[in-house]
């Protein structure tokens, strides 16, 4: 099995030389509840940041990344999103979401399509709700080994009618990686991705991160 590959700040490494795979004709849509290749064209072979294409057709607002039995603290992440005045509640966006798992890796099993060979098996898709709410259940990731990126949850988002758009990584103001060079380097695409973390009497982690469309 090929290791994971990270992606700092939301970017994937190309190593010089080193083809992507193509996606084959029968990966093109991942299941049956994937919607009909007429109401959203294929992006093309060497997509490699077009997550949307694989999302499942019938989405709420709320999703599930990682399962009970996956190992990590458990973390509960709320938050609306809003239009790009910011004050106006955006229904129906695409949220789309990945991390590391409680070791810093993207890992995935070896029958792994699509994103999930670059962004693991902890990922998942939601449609906000007509009050642009959304709310995603994980487990807290690590950083990566050895690195200095902080923790991050990457973010993608897609208005209907719009286009697909990487904003600010979730990352946490208790992590130490998060320095004070980190933070004036933030660009808040989408809004700030710093959020606070408070444990309930459950030992959960909440924190609520709240999304500004960026301008099309």
């Not at 106006?88 to 699509?114: E, F, M, R």
């Not at 988002?157 to 103001?173: H, N």
Request: glycine share 10%; hydrophobic share 40%; proline share 11%.
């Amino acid at each position: 099995m090929r290791p994971a590959v990270p992606l700092a700040l939301g970017l994937l490494l190309i190593l010089p030389g080193v083809a992507l795979p193509a996606r084959s004709a029968s990966s093109a849509v991942p299941s049956a509840d994937a919607p009909a290749a007429a109401a959203r064209p294929e992006p093309g072979p060497d997509c490699t940041e077009c997550p949307h294409w694989e999302a499942p057709a019938h989405l709420t607002d709320r999703m599930t990344i990682a399962p009970a039995s996956e190992p990590g603290a458990r973390l509960m992440l709320e938050g609306t999103v809003f239009k790009s005045d910011g004050k106006t509640p955006a229904p129906d966006v695409l949220l789309y979401a990945y991390h590391t798992n409680a070791q810093g890796h993207y890992a995935h099993g070896p029958s792994a399509t699509g994103q999930g060979r670059w962004h693991g098996d902890l990922r998942g898709w939601l449609r906000t709700g007509a009050d642009g709410r959304y709310r995603i259940e994980t487990i807290r990731p690590a950083p990566y080994p050895g690195r200095t990126i902080p923790a991050h949850i990457h973010m993608h988002v897609m208005a209907p009618g719009g286009r697909e758009r990487s904003i600010d990584d979730v990352v946490f103001d208790d992590d130490p990686l998060v320095t004070g060079t980190w933070r004036t380097r933030a660009e808040n695409i989408g809004g700030s991705g710093l959020v606070h973390l408070e444990r309930d009497v459950a030992g959960v982690l909440h924190g609520r991160r709240d999304i500004v469309l960026p301008a099309e």
